[in-house]
């Protein structure tokens, strides 16, 4: 028997391509006669070559072994003596040899450490290299067999795959065909024209001219499931979502629809039907954002088709808001007023900045000894769309209520209120029509509302009022807000550990208050709370617990106060609680719109008041992602809303009627 001898060269590539001229065309000293009849084959899946041989008769010590890639000069191969009993080796090529080179090989017999004359010389001409990585499967979103393969070749200038039919063991039952691939080049097909009863084989060979590769595959038999339907696409009802396809399956038994999220206590499948079904209405759905998705089946196997956005219609009567894109002088802008031409004005708190706007002439303000200011109050726009801000600066001696405004060539600034210590709540500021502001102030400590004070300006100086009384103790939690009526009348919200309290100035500049009706807070707290107020008799206020009925959730109450008396709270909406709780309220110029915009789990709300009651509108913004917004009117009555849909990004819109 034949024994096999393996080389075992890792690095037989290199051995016969480098330092060509090292090697020999003939050796100097012959030993007597070489081995007869080498031969030499190539197999380029495993990148090895099998030499085989006949020795010569007599007795000799062993072979050595030569190679050479191309035309250049032999090297030898082994290391060691090749033993006079073999009469076959294998080389493996640690990395593919180049494409469509001559590969040689010769052998000579070695007597007493001579070597005899060479054997004949064994020649390969090596392949193309073959397409590797072969795969393919049924992907439901391409509809139909993706086929995907590697392209090692350099040389190749085409590629041919080709598909054949066949049984379930695998085994072809038809002829191989070729599959038209539009780039000649291509790594990848989908094989869309196939059948759900069919069973299928693909194999790929790369080409150069008319010389082919080794063929790559075939792969293992590629079974179709249930075609998913297509043109899958959801239709705004009011309270409804109208979901319409096209079908494709020809095995299908069944179609499933589902939706994320998922009604409460439910599964998230919405309902089972025939396969012969095109269409399906989603009836009483709770105003939202929802993914829907839709699945056949054949009783064995699934296929997941493809997903839609649906949304339920906005109801009758809601505001018709457009969206433009809003350049953001800043990824964290928290502040905004808007003018009364309907443009928006931006300011941030950290670091302390009012931006210029492309549509105004100031400059930017970012004083540097900013100690405090508050987020949601500290920028405003006058009649003549130029900006105020009030905030708090420290000095060596004092912290200084400090008033800065552009007259839009130059900011300028005054101190309204120098303190030895601030209270506990930021200073909240409106600023009336003649463009002065109006500000609310904690100028005690422990969160008294005795030391609540109304600071203005009363012929060029400014003036401190107190809320209530010296000597009293009552306590307020949250963040007191002051607001004017369309007479400049102040007006404070203030939340207390057990109601909420509006107090209003009197024409003879003392201060009364009244309790709102059912306003217990959340836990000594209020999530938000904000309010609005058209007259001295006409206001709306509202504030987001948790749900009494449900921990787990949130709701938001209105509470509007008619002809002087405040009403019962009204719920608008109960929704999951979202661990970023915010608000926006604003009130037409006319004073015949209340609206408020709050953030769910999933979405913004617009809640517009009219005649007929509250009216609930789902905004068009989507991937929220701890949002923040702002709500206001243009002199013209036209509602603005400002959305920065996510902290991490620097995305801002205006949706605008």
């Known amino acids: 028997m034949n024994r096999i001898w393996g080389l075992g060269l890792a690095c037989c590539l290199a051995l016969l391509s480098a330092c060509g001229g090292s090697g020999s065309a003939a050796p100097p000293v012959q030993a007597g006669p070489g081995p007869v009849q080498l031969s030499a084959s190539y197999d380029p899946i495993l990148l090895q070559v099998t030499l085989t041989w006949v020795p010569p008769a007599g007795t000799f010590d062993g072979f050595n072994l030569e190679g050479r890639i191309g035309t250049g000069l032999f090297s030898q191969i082994n290391t060691t003596l090749i033993p006079s009993s073999v009469t076959r080796g294998t080389l493996t090529f640690s990395t593919p040899p180049p494409e469509l080179q001559p590969l040689d090989f010769r052998m000579f017999v070695v007597r007493n450490g001579l070597e005899g004359a060479a054997s004949n010389v064994a020649a390969i001409q090596l392949p193309l290299d073959a397409p590797t990585a072969l795969s393919a499967g049924f992907v439901p979103a391409d509809g139909g067999v993706l086929v995907t393969w590697g392209t090692p070749s350099q040389l190749a200038d085409h590629y041919v795959l080709e598909r054949a039919l066949c049984d379930p063991s695998g085994n072809p039952t038809g002829p191989w065909t070729s599959l038209l691939l539009g780039n000649p080049m291509a790594s990848q097909y989908v094989d869309t024209d196939v059948s759900e009863v069919q069973g299928y084989l693909y194999r790929v060979t790369a080409w150069r001219g008319d010389l082919a590769s080794a063929v790559a595959g075939p792969t293992s038999r590629v079974a179709i499931p249930p075609l998913a339907p297509t043109a899958f696409a959801a239709q705004a009802l009011p309270a409804a979502v109208n979901l319409t396809w096209i079908n494709h399956s020809q095995t299908a038994t069944q179609i499933q629809i589902t939706r994320s999220p998922a009604p409460p206590g439910g599964s998230g ?346 009216i609930e509108t789902l905004l068009p913004v989507t991937n929220l992602s701890y949002p923040w917004f702002k709500a206001a009117f243009d002199s013209a009555n036209h509602l603005h809303i400002l959305v920065k849909p996510s902290v991490y990004t620097t995305d801002l819109m205006d949706l605008h009627e």
Request: a negative charge; aromatic letters at 10%.
């Open 269 to 614: 499948i919405l309902a089972t039907l025939p396969a012969s079904a095109t269409s399906y209405q989603d009836t009483q759905v709770p105003m939202g954002f929802y993914t829907y998705g839709i699945n056949v089946s054949d009783g064995q196997n699934t296929t997941t088709g493809p997903t839609v956005l649906g949304v339920p219609a906005n109801a009758a009567g809601s505001p018709l808001l457009s969206i433009s894109p809003l350049a953001g002088a800043s990824a964290q802008v928290n502040t905004a007023a808007l003018s009364p031409s309907g443009l928006w004005a931006l300011g941030t708190t950290t670091p302390f900045t009012v931006f210029p706007a492309a549509w105004g002439t100031w400059t930017t303000w970012a004083p540097t000894n900013v100690l405090f200011a508050n987020p949601g109050s500290f920028l405003a726009l006058d009649g003549q769309s130029l900006p105020h801000a009030l905030y708090l600066t420290s000095t060596a001696t004092s912290i200084d209520l400090t008033h800065a405004w552009s007259d839009g060539l130059a900011w300028h600034t005054e101190i309204a209120l120098a303190m030895t210590a601030s209270g506990s709540t930021p200073p909240a500021f409106c600023l009336d029509k003649a463009g002065t502001p109006q500000v609310l102030m904690d100028t005690g400590t422990g969160g008294i509302i005795p030391g609540l004070t109304y600071t203005h300006k009363v012929s060029g100086a400014w003036v401190l009022e107190p809320l209530a009384a010296a000597g009293t103790s009552d306590t307020y939690n949250g963040n007191p807000r002051l607001f004017l009526d369309a007479a400049d009348t102040p007006h404070v919200l203030v939340p207390t550990w057990t109601n909420t309290r509006e107090y209003s100035r009197n024409a003879d500049g003392t201060w009364a208050y009244q309790p709102l009706p059912d306003t217990r807070p959340w836990g000594g707290g209020y999530a938000f709370e904000d309010a609005v107020w058209a007259d001295a008799n006409t206001a709306w206020s509202f504030y987001q617990v948790m749900d009494p009925n449900n921990p787990l959730h949130d709701v938001v109450y209105a509470v509007q106060k008619v002809n002087g008396t405040w009403q019962t709270p009204v719920l608008l909406a109960s929704f999951a609680h979202n661990g970023f709780p915010q608000g926006s309220v604003a009130l037409s110029p006319d004073g015949t719109r209340a609206v408020v915009v709050f953030a769910t789990t999933t979405d913004l709300r617009l809640y517009t008041q009219t005649p007929q009651g509250w």
